[in-house]
């Protein structure tokens, strides 16, 4: 049973910081894409970064230079960085993770089978 259960939301100012984590239990394939998507009211959801099993890591433009994706293997928990936070960063922000690399693009959030329950962020 695959469990996926993010932590470290929250609200913060325009500029400020916040490091959301993802616990990752019941995965034992080698070979994995694990990202990070977001939600805000009304609009789909949104691809912000990714990693893969051999460490290649993708980023979304809007986040470039302001977001970082890292894992610690020993713990099972994916990460996101977050500095310099904007109110249009403010979504629900969700970790997933896909056996395999992605066959259509790490931000096409159709291929992900594992989908965590999401952590808020406002940036006000």
């Known amino acids: 049973h695959v469990q996926l259960v993010e932590s470290g939301g929250g609200s913060v100012q325009t500029g400020g910081s916040l490091t959301l984590s993802c616990a990752l239990s019941g995965y034992t394939t080698k070979t994995y894409c694990m990202g990070w998507f ?24 809007s986040v470039k230079g302001r977001f970082t994706i ?11 960085q977050m500095n310099n936070l904007r109110p249009d960063d403010s979504a ?33």
Do not use: F, H
């Open 70 to 80: 890292s894992q610690d293997k020993a713990k099972n928990t994916l990460y996101l």
């Open 92 to 124: 629900m922000y969700y970790c997933a993770a896909m056996p395999g690399p992605p066959d259509m693009g790490w931000a096409s959030a159709n291929e992900y089978r594992y989908w965590g329950q999401g952590t808020q962020v406002t940036v006000s």
């Open 38 to 61: 977001r939600q805000a009211p009304g609009r789909g959801r949104e691809g912000v970064t990714a990693i893969e099993s051999d460490g290649t890591t993708s980023l979304a433009d």
